[in-house]
């Protein structure tokens, strides 16, 4: 009964390229509500490279920024599945609009000897990083930037010996002048 | 000044005012207090025997109804019982409200008796839960819940109440709708639909010479099968429902192909593999549905049309996304059609013809037989005795697909089935919740051995409260589909699903206090529903032992083409694949 196939059509699939997106997430500021988020991003088998929340000026919002890796299609589903929780007020890719990264970062390095120390120091400087701690064998350097900026100090810093490392992830602010170039678009 | 109202009833009166008359729970130490004032209010406690049960009877109250069905439970056991059902009733966008009683605020996270993080645990199957914490928010949050439940794309919502709230007293006003809106400033629904995009609709309709409309689960909560009778009849355009979507269109009708996807109908597939324009109304492209995703439709342009913003291009890029309410989106639509001359229509005729044609050349059909009852045959029966009108309700497995297959479906809300999550027990506790809601209609729960079993204890339910549900036993002592897959893909190794150790299901009916019924051969197939049907004071179960290894066909096996669809099996063991011409 088996009959032949003619011709076999396939549906073009989209183009994809993988990057990562930083995305920004206002949220009313209730019981439970990170746990929503994290669990949507668990739950959907997204990877979040970082996220970072915090109060803003207003007393029962939140702000969520998150870095996460994908392709158009995941990064499009993350943004739609976030707007679709009851607590979100407000959720934008951030990535292609001008914007200011940062990051902070508190890294123990080994010292070892004197060259060691200058080294690192010099490193320091170069980095308008501080040294926040000191110890017979150890400084502890406070570092912010974007997070191109604190991989490299950290990849520098890595022949010393690293002790420990804790970081921020990265919080996220739209340029000013972007917005308003943005809202005048809108307007047009 | 407002009077001083206890918590829970502040729960009962935010519950009549949003116009519910019956519940379904089961009481507890924590939600003691709800079920007190529930005593004397004019509201209805149907008391169940297991909750996963009571969340099914709300589940299907609301599938048969449209409103928002209600499930209370206790804490700890009684709400980690109830997360089948909302996960069930959440991958079908039924709205629900679930309200479980929690340990009192002091206990919590204490690990006291009966406590678990219930919010927590069935956050992921929910559209939104909440921890009441505080007694002056318990009006407000009831109030959402229901809100958040019905609108939008709807859903369950689950109120978690610490018994001391329930306990307390407070100044109560119920907020209103105004209020309720204004407190959720993250949460608008979009209904309307861009106009732009309608108008991009209405081109590729007039331009299209091979369209079909693939509706779903959607049209039927969005209420909207008139338009899409409308839509179909007015541009000639056959009509494909999903399982979800069935009722949306009627299956009597010409241009109806009815269901597509795994199990669907030759010619639906055979129209969806060959479209040039495919319009999703209210379906999600599930992948029992799409099969391959690539080879899906694979010549179409694609409308879809949904609620939903994050169901457009999650699992296939369409064309034309326009995110709105079915029914709003598919008037104005028409309209939109209306606006230009129609010729184009005439065009559509060859179409039609082509369906027509494979239509004939493989119907759904199965051998029939006069010495072992075919299931196929049971569910064909079930049809002409109740004349098409019946609400059916689907356990899950091999029976739940006959139900969908033999039985055609006329209007919504009349096949209720777990098409999203698959939980088997669903058909008979959703079939007590839908005659519950519609005590003037005849409600039959096609149910498999396997799955009745799972829920079994709610017989003693439906008899206490005398409903008057038939439960139609596909009983072929296997689960069937599980064996039917280990037929085809296992090499026929039948691997734990044999049920042959089974209760005398029609003596089990006797000690509930039910009816049992039972036919083992064809020709007493008609006595016994003829005698099932004249019943009308108790459940009657009717037990029909049938052909043990029959199959579900057609088949698209999981992830496979359209292509590779299985029409008739060979022999035994041995599966022949159908491909179909590109």
Same mark, same amino acid.
């Given at each position: 009964?088996?009959?032949?196939?003619?011709?076999?059509?396939?549906?073009?699939?989209?183009? @994809?390229?993988?990057?990562?997106?930083?995305?920004?997430?206002?949220?009313?500021?209730?019981?439970?509500?990170?746990?929503?988020?994290?669990?949507?991003?668990?739950?959907?088998?997204?990877?979040?490279?970082?996220?970072?929340?915090?109060?803003?000026?207003?007393?029962?919002?939140?702000?969520?920024?998150?870095?996460?890796?994908?392709?158009?299609?995941?990064?499009?589903?993350?943004?739609?599945?976030?707007?679709?929780?009851?607590?979100?007020?407000?959720?934008?890719?951030?990535?292609?609009?001008?914007?200011?990264?940062?990051?902070?970062?508190?890294?123990?390095?080994?010292?070892?000897?004197?060259?060691?120390?200058?080294?690192?120091?010099?490193?320091?400087?170069?980095?308008?990083?501080?040294?926040?701690?000191?110890?017979?064998? @150890?400084?502890?350097?406070?570092?912010?930037?974007?997070?191109?900026?604190?991989?490299?100090?950290?990849?520098?810093?890595?022949?010393?010996?690293?002790?420990?490392?804790?970081?921020?992830?990265?919080?996220?602010?739209?340029?000013?002048?972007?917005?308003?170039?943005?809202?005048?678009?809108?307007?047009? | 000044?407002?009077?001083?109202?206890?918590?829970?009833?502040?729960?009962?009166?935010?519950?009549? $005012?949003?116009?519910?008359?019956?519940?379904?729970?089961?009481?507890?130490?924590?939600?003691?207090?709800?079920?007190?004032?529930?005593?004397?209010?004019?509201?209805?406690?149907?008391?169940?025997?297991?909750?996963?049960?009571?969340?099914?009877?709300?589940?299907?109250?609301?599938?048969?109804?449209?409103?928002?069905?209600?499930?209370?439970?206790?804490?700890?056991?009684?709400?980690?019982? #109830?997360?089948?059902?909302?996960?069930?009733?959440?991958?079908?966008?039924?709205?629900?409200?679930?309200?479980?009683?929690?340990?009192?605020?002091?206990?919590?996270?204490?690990?006291?008796?009966?406590?678990?993080?219930?919010?927590?645990?069935?956050?992921?199957?929910?559209?939104?839960?909440?921890?009441?914490?505080?007694?002056?928010?318990?009006?407000?949050?009831?109030?959402?819940?229901?809100?958040?439940?019905?609108?939008?794309?709807?859903?369950?919502?689950?109120?978690?109440?610490?018994?001391?709230?329930?306990?307390?007293?407070?100044?109560?006003?119920?907020?209103?709708?105004?209020?309720?809106?204004?407190?959720?400033?993250?949460?608008?629904?979009?209904?309307?639909?861009?106009?732009?995009?309608?108008?991009?609709?209405?081109?590729?309709?007039?331009?299209?010479?091979?369209?079909?409309?693939?509706?779903?689960?959607?049209?039927?909560?969005?209420?909207?099968?008139?338009?899409?009778?409308?839509?179909?009849?007015?541009?000639?355009?056959?009509?494909?429902?999903?399982?979800?979507?069935?009722?949306?269109?009627?299956?009597?009708?010409?241009?109806? #192909?009815?269901?597509?996807?795994?199990?669907?109908?030759?010619?639906?597939?055979? $129209?969806?593999?060959?479209?040039?324009?495919?319009? $999703?109304?209210? !379906?999600?492209?599930?992948?029992?549905?799409?099969?391959?995703?690539?080879?899906?439709?694979?010549?179409?342009?694609?409308?879809?049309?949904?609620?939903?913003?994050?169901?457009?291009?999650?699992?296939?890029?369409?064309?034309?996304?326009?995110?709105?309410?079915?029914?709003?989106?598919?008037?104005?639509?028409?309209?939109?059609?209306?606006?230009?001359?129609?010729?184009?229509?005439?065009?559509?005729?060859?179409?039609?013809?082509?369906?027509?044609?494979?239509?004939?050349?493989?119907?759904?059909?199965?051998?029939?037989?006069?010495?072992?009852?075919?299931?196929?045959?049971?569910?064909?029966?079930?049809?002409?005795?109740?004349?098409?009108?019946?609400?059916?309700?689907? *356990?899950?497995?091999?029976?739940?697909?006959?139900?969908?297959?033999?039985?055609?479906?006329?209007?919504?809300?009349?096949?209720?089935?777990?098409?999203? #999550?698959?939980?088997?027990?669903?058909?008979?506790?959703?079939?007590?919740?839908?005659?519950?809601?519609?005590?003037?209609?005849?409600?039959?729960?096609?149910?498999?051995?396997?799955?009745?079993?799972?829920?079994?204890?709610?017989?003693?339910?439906?008899?206490?409260?005398?409903?008057?549900?038939?439960?139609?036993?596909?009983?072929?002592?296997?689960?069937?589909?599980?064996?039917?897959?280990?037929?085809?893909?296992?090499?026929?190794?039948?691997?734990?699903?044999?049920?042959?150790?089974?209760?005398?299901?029609?003596?089990? $009916?006797?000690?509930?206090?039910?009816? *049992?019924?039972?036919?083992?051969?064809? !020709?007493?197939?008609?006595?016994?529903?003829?005698?099932?049907?004249?019943?009308?004071?108790?459940?009657?179960?009717?037990?029909?032992?049938?052909?043990?290894?029959?199959?579900?066909?057609?088949?698209?096996?999981?992830?496979?083409?359209?292509?590779?669809?299985?029409?008739?099996?060979?022999?035994?063991?041995?599966?022949?694949?159908?491909?179909?011409?590109?």
């Amino acid at each position: 009964m088996a009959e032949e196939i003619k011709a076999l059509k396939v549906r073009p699939q989209p183009k @994809s390229v993988v990057r990562k997106h930083t995305i920004v997430v206002r949220v009313q500021h209730n019981f439970g509500v990170l746990a929503r988020i994290t669990g949507l991003f668990a739950g959907r088998g997204y990877n979040i490279e970082s996220l970072t929340v915090g109060r803003t000026q207003e007393p029962d919002v939140a702000r969520i920024t998150i870095v996460v890796e994908g392709d158009e299609r995941v990064i499009e589903q993350i943004i739609k599945q976030l707007r679709r929780l009851i607590e979100t007020l407000r959720v934008r890719d951030i990535t292609d609009t001008p914007h200011i990264e940062r990051e902070l970062a508190l890294i123990k390095v080994y010292t070892g000897d004197e060259k060691a120390r200058d080294e690192i120091m010099r490193l320091v400087q170069i980095f308008r990083a501080k040294v926040v701690d000191v110890s017979m064998d @150890s400084y502890t350097i406070e570092v912010t930037g974007d997070t191109e900026k604190i991989e490299a100090l950290i990849d520098l810093l890595r022949p010393f010996g690293l002790k420990d490392i804790a970081r921020t992830g990265t919080l996220a602010l739209i340029r000013e002048s972007a917005k308003q170039k943005l809202s005048k678009h809108q307007q047009e | 000044m407002a009077e001083k109202k206890r918590g829970a009833d502040i729960v009962i009166d935010c519950l009549l $005012a949003e116009g519910v008359d019956t519940v379904f729970g089961l009481p507890g130490g924590a939600i003691m207090e709800v079920y007190d004032a529930l005593f004397n209010a004019p509201l209805k406690n149907i008391l169940t025997r297991q909750e996963i049960a009571a969340s099914h009877m709300a589940d299907g109250y609301a599938r048969a109804t449209g409103k928002v069905g209600v499930v209370m439970a206790t804490s700890g056991p009684g709400a980690t019982n #109830l997360v089948t059902g909302l996960a069930t009733a959440y991958m079908d966008s039924i709205p629900m409200v679930a309200i479980t009683g929690q340990v009192p605020t002091h206990y919590i996270g204490s690990d006291a008796f009966q406590e678990a993080d219930v919010t927590g645990i069935t956050r992921p199957v929910t559209k939104h839960n909440f921890l009441v914490t505080d007694i002056k928010d318990l009006a407000l949050i009831m109030r959402q819940a229901f809100y958040i439940a019905r609108t939008g794309r709807p859903g369950p919502v689950l109120v978690d109440i610490p018994k001391d709230i329930t306990q307390q007293y407070t100044e109560c006003i119920i907020p209103t709708d105004e209020e309720v809106k204004e407190s959720l400033p993250g949460y608008n629904p979009h209904y309307e639909g861009n106009i732009v995009q309608i108008k991009k609709a209405a081109e590729l309709i007039r331009k299209a010479k091979r369209p079909v409309l693939y509706v779903g689960g959607g049209a039927v909560l969005g209420d909207a099968a008139e338009e899409v009778l409308e839509l179909a009849e007015l541009a000639r355009i056959p009509v494909t429902t999903t399982n979800m979507g069935k009722g949306a269109f009627p299956e009597t009708h010409p241009l109806s #192909l009815q269901m597509l996807g795994m199990h669907g109908t030759y010619y639906a597939n055979m $129209a969806v593999y060959n479209t040039d324009l495919l319009i $999703a109304v209210g !379906s999600r492209f599930d992948d029992r549905v799409t099969g391959k995703i690539d080879e899906f439709a694979p010549e179409a342009k694609i409308i879809h049309i949904d609620i939903d913003p994050a169901s457009i291009s999650k699992n296939i890029t369409v064309d034309v996304p326009i995110v709105g309410d079915v029914k709003k989106v598919l008037q104005k639509l028409i309209k939109e059609l209306k606006k230009k001359p129609m010729e184009w229509v005439e065009a559509r005729e060859s179409w039609i013809k082509q369906i027509e044609k494979w239509k004939e050349q493989h119907p759904l059909t199965y051998d029939k037989s006069s010495d072992i009852i075919k299931p196929q045959y049971v569910i064909e029966e079930i049809y002409n005795i109740t004349k098409g009108e019946a609400i059916i309700t689907a *356990g899950v497995g091999q029976h739940q697909m006959w139900a969908a297959m033999f039985y055609k479906y006329k209007f919504p809300r009349q096949f209720l089935n777990s098409g999203g #999550l698959g939980t088997m027990g669903f058909g008979f506790p959703a079939a007590i919740g839908a005659k519950v809601g519609n005590p003037d209609k005849e409600v039959i729960a096609i149910e498999g051995d396997g799955s009745f079993i799972m829920n079994i204890q709610d017989i003693a339910t439906a008899v206490q409260y005398r409903i008057p549900v038939k439960i139609a036993l596909i009983n072929n002592q296997f689960l069937g589909m599980v064996r039917q897959w280990q037929q085809f893909f296992y090499d026929s190794r039948y691997s734990s699903v044999c049920l042959s150790v089974q209760p005398d299901f029609v003596k089990l $009916a006797e000690a509930f206090g039910a009816v *049992g019924l039972r036919a083992t051969k064809p !020709s007493e197939v008609k006595e016994v529903l003829q005698k099932a049907m004249s019943i009308n004071d108790r459940p009657v179960i009717m037990d029909f032992v049938v052909d043990r290894e029959e199959n579900v066909l057609p088949m698209v096996p999981s992830g496979k083409s359209y292509r590779e669809m299985i029409l008739t099996p060979k022999q035994k063991g041995e599966a022949e694949t159908m491909y179909l011409v590109g």
